[in-house]
C-alpha cells in the first residue's frame, strides 16, 4: 500500500512539474529573444529552426522537451523526501539526474553552444543557479529549525 501511495506521488509531482518545464522553456526564449532577437521574439533559437525545418515544429519539439524536463524536476522532487538519505546524497542524486536532464534538453534547443566551451559555460550557469537555490533553501529550512527548537526550549 505505501508502495503504491509513493508511485502516486511520483507520477503526480511529474505531471505537475510539466507545466512548470514549459513555463521555464518560455521564459529562456524571451530571455534569448532579449540577447540575440534584435528587438523580436523568437520562440526557438534560430539554429533549431533551420535543423527542424520549421519553425511550428521546432516550437513543438522544444514545448514537448521542456515538458518532459519539468516532468524530471517534479519527479527528482521526491527524493528530498527521503528521510533516510543524508543530504549530500539527496543532493548528489538531485543533481546528477536534474543537470544530465538540463543538459540534454539545452543541447537539443540549441539554448547553448554546440561545442565544449558552449557546454561547460551552459553547465557552469545551471551549477552556479543550482548551488544559489540550494542554499538559500538550505538557510530557510535551518532557519525554521531554529525558531521550532527556541519553540521547545
Known amino acids: 500500500m505505501k508502495k503504491n501511495i509513493r ?3 511520483i507520477c503526480k509531482y511529474g505531471v505537475l512539474g510539466m507545466p512548470l518545464g514549459v513555463t521555464t522553456g518560455h521564459v529562456i526564449s524571451i530571455l534569448t529573444s532579449l540577447k540575440w532577437g534584435q528587438g523580436y521574439y523568437s520562440p526557438c533559437v534560430p539554429q533549431m529552426i533551420e ?3 520549421s ?4 516550437v513543438i519539439l522544444q514545448t514537448v ?5 519539468g516532468g524530471v524536476f517534479g519527479v527528482t522532487s521526491v527524493i528530498w523526501e527521503n528521510k533516510t538519505w543524508s543530504i549530500m546524497k539527496q543532493t548528489g542524486i ?9 543538459m540534454l534538453v539545452a543541447y537539443l534547443c540549441y539554448w547553448m553552444e554546440h561545442s565544449a566551451r558552449g557546454f561547460l559555460s551552459y553547465f557552469g550557469i545551471f551549477t552556479a543557479i543550482f548551488v544559489l537555490v540550494w542554499l538559500v533553501q538550505y538557510m530557510r529550512v535551518k ?3 531554529k525558531k521550532i527548537n527556541s519553540r521547545l526550549k
Open 143 to 145: 532557519s525554521d529549525l
Open 94 to 102: 538531485y543533481y546528477l539526474v536534474d543537470s544530465a536532464a538540463m
Open 7 to 9: 508511485i502516486r506521488r
Open 65 to 69: 522537451l521542456c515538458a518532459l524536463l
Open 51 to 53: 535543423v527542424i525545418g
Open 55 to 58: 519553425e511550428i515544429c521546432a
